[in-house]
């Protein structure tokens, strides 16, 4: 298999030099100055060390949430291979990517390693099949929809009151990495109270919550990297499981290995989209990107023998975790799992916060329907500790989601 790795035209790579010597922003980045947060708090203050959107980067990475991206699935569940991508892994690449076409692109980078790091922080165990199930349970039981991505704010901006600044909450709600674009543009977002108006709306309207659009050209960079990450990575997983071989796809335009997949696509988007105030890509090479990202449902995210184990045992532990949950919230019992695991946690990350009173935040935070409070729990769950959690409600259950084991 011939390998070819796309290169920046001279006329670009030379421009690009000049830009690096003067350190410029182009007119379409954020600029530091351009931060807007809830609350102004000293806390938050800006230094020469520590810029503003470093502190959101410090702020997501010190979540305890952040810790759980260790365990959570990317695609394969309930195998035991340490040469597999979980989500810790992912947002990383997703942010080597991003900050690579940032940069080039002369972006805030600190603004993009923000979104990046925090883009899937609410996401669900059992990766977007976990994601489908508590999305059915949450509208079957409150009348509304569960999204990772608006999950992740909700994580950011009230379990843990962080006072993010929009431009990071709204990349993160807005990195949709499912839906593939030929032009990303982004879409004026100018205060809390619109952004707020759009999260409340994702609840409810499904069409709506499939279209949101970041607000800056860093959030589109960060959506547009989370389909280049996952794309090639994934078939190098699923390669690396000896399921099928990475040169089964055939992608001319972008290539059919990680790496080339990888570095084609960035060099196409920073020909495209320098000195624009828009994300875009070659007409072939999207075309091409477009068919890849189907072929990875087609080969590997809608295989048989994964999705009988989730319908027929990950599904049905869901809806009885769900509702055992569901009745430990309605009373919230201080000694039930729910409490002790969940509510008592998040009293005990926020014990030092600045930003507002412990028992004050957490009456607010008990406050909520219980159907918020199971969704928020379930969302947080790694795989491990959903299994562990079934086994300890239900040991009697006649489900179970066994482990394959590295010498299976």
């Known amino acids: 298999m011939e390998l070819k790795y796309e290169t920046l035209s001279d006329e670009l790579s030379r421009q690009l030099e000049k830009d690096f010597a003067s350190h410029s922003l182009t007119d379409g980045a954020v600029k530091d100055d351009d931060i807007i947060r809830r609350n102004a708090y000293a806390k938050d203050k800006a230094s020469i060390w520590r810029p503003p959107f470093v502190h ?241 449902y087609e080969l590997i995210y809608n295989d048989d023998k994964r999705e009988d184990l989730y319908e027929h045992n990950i599904k049905p532990m869901f809806e009885q975790l769900y509702n055992e949950l569901l009745s430990q919230a309605k009373t919230l019992d201080t000694n039930s799992i729910l409490y002790k695991h969940h509510i008592d946690f998040i009293r005990q990350a926020n014990q030092y916060s600045h930003y507002q009173p412990i028992d004050e935040f957490m009456d607010e935070y008990t406050s909520s329907s219980p159907d918020d409070i199971v969704m928020d729990f379930m969302a947080s769950m790694t795989d491990d500790y959903f299994i562990d959690l079934y086994k300890y409600l239900f040991p009697n259950g006649k489900y179970k989601a066994e482990y394959t084991g590295y010498f299976d």
């Open 56 to 296: 959101d980067i410090d702020k997501i990475m010190h979540c305890p949430y952040y810790n759980r991206y260790a365990d959570k699935t990317q695609v394969y569940s309930l195998i035991k291979n340490d040469d597999i991508t979980r989500r810790s892994l992912h947002v990383q690449l997703v942010s080597r990517i991003a900050r690579n076409i940032g940069r080039a692109l002369n972006l805030n980078l600190d603004l993009i390693e923000a979104i990046s790091l925090g883009h899937d922080m609410g996401h669900t165990p059992f990766g977007h099949t976990g994601e489908t199930f508590l999305d059915e349970l949450y509208n079957k039981y409150a009348g509304r929809h569960f999204y990772h991505n608006i999950q992740s704010v909700r994580v950011l901006d009230n379990i843990f009151p962080y006072n993010v600044s929009l431009q990071t909450l709204d990349g993160i709600a807005c990195h949709n990495g499912e839906i593939e674009l030929e032009e990303y543009h982004p879409v004026p977002l100018t205060s809390f109270e619109e952004f707020d108006a759009m999260i409340e709306r994702c609840y409810t309207d499904v069409p709506f919550a499939k279209k949101v659009l970041p607000s800056t050209l860093e959030g589109c960079v960060v959506r547009i990297s989370d389909i280049i990450a996952y794309m090639g990575k994934d078939r190098q997983d699923a390669a690396r499981m000896n399921l099928l071989k990475e040169e089964e796809f055939n992608n001319e335009g972008i290539g059919s290995i990680n790496a080339e997949i990888i570095n084609n696509l960035e060099v196409n988007i920073i020909e495209n989209s320098y000195g624009k105030p828009y994300l875009s890509m070659d007409k072939e090479v999207y075309d091409a990107f477009s068919k890849a990202k189907k072929e990875n």
